[in-house]
């Protein structure tokens, strides 16, 4: 069998017969400046810092902010970026570097900075120096390291400002002054601290004067409506300038029960959780818990009633005793059952987990081609010595490299999964691979051997949906329709019936391919799909304005910039004009956003 051969400006295609030959410009379109910050906050105190910042800002364009976790970093720059933003006419773009990583934050600034292609032939711009031109653009960026390089952002009318928990220069925030610190106080006790001046300083000295540290111990105290500042101060212990020291006070004050869902909340990873998630952690009902946590502000509610909890809270709830070992096993597994709906955490989760659970999480996303998760499969897979996970793991790894278009990479892992054994999703991918560079026949043989071999229904499934597309032969979508509809598998089967659509719709039975469109969204309900229904109407004489309107529809809820922009596309050809310059605007602004968050 001959190698394949991939020509190095390849791109991959959208697998279905959606018909993009109708391009068009839409007329002036208006440019809006994105905006990607968070509320603008309240500062208590740092006026004196917030002065050295905007000054050195001004004078150089860049704005740096340094100090340990919680002192008030993050309020400080956002407050800053809020205060100057309308200096900045393209727009202030912000990323958690933390979370996301400079290489990662860079490709999501070009592509807010880009307006979305209406030429699908035009070749996308991949670095800041090809969008910033002449424009004036503010760049928030939290958690910088020491490594990375911020020199790119230094040009003529941008901006940068950035916090760090290193010490690389700029603005140090320690602990607060007396005053600030008594700002805060009085924010959330009032006059109580005009009562008792001596103890209220005392009060934010036992705290470390720590931003923090003084809100939660605040918070505590306005539940203590009939105590003095003295009696609350003789409860926090004496040993001061320890952050820790502040949140012991109100530990100490918390029930068992509820002390207990502190204390495992420290084996947390997530960003934000939901309550079944906190269930799993305790081992049972802890509702009552989550809502005093809350109240002390030792919890915090996030969107769609979820809970989220501040990093330096996580890390002293983890110093705390007893520990419960088996508390992270339970939160594991309960990301394992629910990785289809909770995904970033059920990624998050495999970077934590054991070698086995690291597998099991893994298994379960494959779906999200993530060549980080498969990755860490991989080297869990080598850790325990278990050969045939380890090439089913290089496979899905393969299946992740090929997604990106990375097939040197992707070729690789087939390979070395197939030195180790006959893995039938190697065998699959490889056979892409050749599909993907022409080689129909060598990519046919590959999925052949895949039936000849006794492979899971799974398995045989994605086979006979490859030998669809390879042969262009309706008995392989039908029989991979068979083994989805007993097997259960929504999507596959979904796309075994858009597959027998598509073969329909290529020989004129309009009829027909409507037919199996319809079958395939009843099954599973994918954007594309809708486009290809639409466009089978047309093609049969009816109007396929409803399914490109649902399809845009449905972009929008996903987010997915690039199948709204073809469902606007589609529009115009098909004359709706109007709807299809409304649409496009809307993709515009999801092109203007700094997250990339198209599946």
């Excluded at 933390?98 to 860079?106: C, R, S, V």
């Excluded at 960026?141 to 928990?165: C, K, M, P, W």
């Excluded at 391919?513 to 994918?526: G, K, P, Q």
Aim: glycine share 6%.
């Amino acid at each position: 069998m001959s190698e394949p051969q991939y020509s190095a400006t390849f791109v991959l295609v959208r697998e279905y017969p959606v018909d993009m030959v109708n391009r068009f410009r839409l007329p002036s379109l208006v440019r809006r400046p994105p905006l990607r910050l968070g509320p603008d906050p309240v500062v208590h105190g740092r006026v004196k810092e917030l002065a050295v910042l905007r000054e050195v800002m001004e004078q150089t364009g860049m704005a740096l902010v340094s100090g340990p976790p919680g002192i008030g970093k993050t309020t400080l720059a956002t407050r800053l970026a809020h205060e100057v933003a309308d200096r900045f006419l393209d727009g202030v773009l912000s990323a958690d570097l933390a979370k996301t990583g400079m290489d990662n934050a860079l490709a999501r600034f070009v592509r807010a900075l880009s307006r979305p292609s209406l030429d699908n032939e035009a070749e996308p711009p991949s670095h800041l120096d090809e969008v910033l031109d002449d424009r004036r653009v503010l760049f928030v960026l939290y958690n910088v390291r020491e490594d990375d390089d911020l020199t790119v952002f230094q040009r003529e009318g941008t901006a940068v400002i950035a916090t760090s928990h290193e010490r690389l220069g700029g603005v140090f925030l320690g602990p607060m002054s007396v005053e600030d610190s008594l700002t805060l106080l009085r924010a959330h006790l009032g006059s109580r601290i005009d009562e008792e001046p001596a103890q209220a300083r005392a009060f934010v000295e036992a705290c470390g004067r720590h931003p923090l540290a003084l809100i939660v111990a605040a918070r505590f105290a306005r539940m203590r409506t009939t105590a003095t500042l003295a009696t609350l101060v003789g409860e926090i212990p004496a040993e001061r300038g320890k952050v820790h020291r502040a949140f012991d006070w109100v530990y100490q004050q918390l029930t068992p029960a509820d002390a207990r869902v502190f204390r495992l909340l420290g084996d947390g990873f997530e960003h934000d959780f939901s309550i079944d998630a906190l269930n799993a952690l305790a081992g049972g009902d802890v509702r009552p818990s989550r809502n005093r946590l809350l109240s002390l502000h030792l919890l915090e509610n996030a969107p769609d009633d979820r809970i989220a909890m501040h990093g330096l809270l996580r890390e002293y709830a983890r110093t705390l005793e007893p520990r419960e070992p088996e508390a992270l096993g339970r939160l594991l597994d309960h990301y394992e059952a629910v990785a289809d709906t909770e995904t970033s955490n059920a990624i998050a989760a495999v970077f934590v987990a054991d070698d086995r659970r690291r597998l099991a999480l893994a298994s379960r996303l494959v779906d999200e081609m993530s060549v980080e998760v498969q990755t860490a499969a991989v080297e869990a897979a080598r850790s325990l010595g278990d050969r045939p996970a380890e090439a089913l793991a290089l496979a899905h790894l393969g299946h992740a490299y090929f997604e990106r278009g990375l097939f040197d990479e992707a070729e690789g892992c087939h390979v070395d999964a197939l030195e180790i054994r006959r893995e039938p999703r190697a065998l699959t991918g490889l056979g892409n691979l050749y599909l993907a560079s022409g080689s129909v026949r060598e990519a046919t043989a590959l999925f052949e051997e895949v039936l000849a071999a006794r492979v899971s229904d799974g398995d045989e499934a994605r086979a006979c949906l490859s030998l669809g597309r390879a042969t262009g032969e309706m008995r392989w979508y039908e029989r991979a329709r068979d083994i989805c509809a007993r097997i259960g598998d929504a999507k596959r089967l979904g796309r075994a019936w858009n597959g027998m659509g598509n073969l329909h719709q290529q020989a004129g039975r309009y009829a027909e391919a409507i037919s199996c469109y319809t079958s395939a969204l009843e099954s599973f309900v994918d954007g594309l799909w809708l486009l290809n229904t639409g466009q089978a109407h047309e093609a049969s004489g009816s109007s396929p304005f409803s399914w490109y309107d649902r399809a845009a529809e449905h972009a929008v809820r996903v987010q997915d910039k690039e199948l709204l922009a073809d469902a606007a596309r589609l529009l115009h050809s098909s004359g709706f004009v109007s709807e299809a310059e409304r649409r496009m605007r809307q993709a515009e602004k999801l092109y203007l956003t700094a997250e990339d968050e198209s599946p």
